[in-house]
């Protein structure tokens, strides 16, 4: 199931869109399993709003698709060797020796270019999530903020793999700190608009503690981590742009300038959905 992390050298580009297309299928068929399942008598009698063929589809899709990608993604993100931010840590050595620490960012270009199995691994799951993510942005008529989301996150995760650019990176921006994504699309749910209105009043507990599970998991992952893995990843990037004898970063500047224009505009945008977060949250505890 996860024959690509096995590979010592980069993968052909036809075994990794065989095995995004297979991931795809996955999430497909999951996804369509719990529609089945929302169906049966024991599920349905909970709720009036489980009654709806609309509202479990919607359930379906978060929970088969967004959920079960979100988690994937994490835990592969989590199981590599150091796990999540500890591989990034591992390859820069100590931060806390400034000897090592300078050797360390003199070795970007480990970081930078060299393949790294585990990186490539996450990357096509991430890369097969939004591509299924973009499929039913369509479907369900999401919005195009969606759809631009689901294309950029495509266009990234493409370049990580070919030509390859930070591959140690994705363990974390595209592993692990997906946990949060997980806890936020089970809380979608209870949104009116993007989930099933209702949902919150038929089920005002479990709504609470998926809350309360985003707001940790956020906090924690980007707003805590994201920015120490996005500084380092920044510093990299610097040095291989500013590095005039590095023919990859020539060659890929517009891969580097746009990867890094991304990063830099999510680290912000993190920020001020957390505002948003606080906000959200008072005005709830106000009507509870």
């Known amino acids: 199931m996860f024959g690509l992390g096995h590979y010592k050298v980069k993968p052909p580009v036809s075994s990794t869109v065989l095995t995004s297309f297979v991931w795809c299928l996955c999430l497909v068929v999951f996804e369509h399993a719990l529609r089945l399942l929302f169906k049966l008598d024991v599920i349905q009698n909970l709720s009036p709003i489980l009654q709806s063929e609309r509202n479990t589809q919607i359930i379906a899709r978060h929970i088969g698709t967004d959920f079960a990608a979100a988690i994937m993604c994490s835990y592969l993100g989590l199981t590599v060797k150091n796990g999540g931010l500890g591989a990034i840590w591992s390859s820069l050595k100590s931060p806390m020796d400034k000897t090592l620490y300078k050797k360390a960012r003199q070795g970007y270009k480990k970081r930078m270019w060299t393949y790294n199995a585990e990186g490539f691994r996450v990357f096509v799951f991430f890369f097969a999530y939004q591509f299924k993510n973009l499929w039913d942005a369509y479907v369900w008529d999401d919005g195009p903020e969606f759809i631009f989301h689901h294309t950029v996150s495509i266009i990234t995760s493409w370049s990580g793999m070919y030509p390859g650019v930070g591959q140690i990176y994705a363990v974390f921006f595209m592993g692990l700190s997906e946990i949060s994504t997980a806890t936020l699309v089970l809380l979608a749910n209870f949104d009116p608009t993007l989930g099933v209105e209702g949902l919150a009043d038929a089920f005002p507990l479990t709504k609470i503690v998926c809350a309360v599970a985003f707001v940790v998991t956020f906090v924690a992952c980007r707003n805590i981590m994201w920015p120490w893995a996005g500084w380092h990843y920044w510093k990299d990037t610097w040095e291989a742009l500013a590095n005039p004898k590095d023919q990859k970063a020539k060659e890929n500047a517009w891969i580097l300038?746009?990867?890094?224009?991304?990063?830099?505009?999510?680290?912000?945008?993190?920020?001020?959905?957390?505002?948003?977060?606080?906000?959200?949250?008072?005005?709830?505890?106000?009507?509870?």
């Open 257 to 288: 300038k746009r990867t890094l224009f991304v990063l830099i505009s999510l680290t912000f945008l993190q920020f001020v959905w957390l505002g948003q977060i606080f906000v959200m949250g008072y005005e709830e505890i106000q009507k509870m």
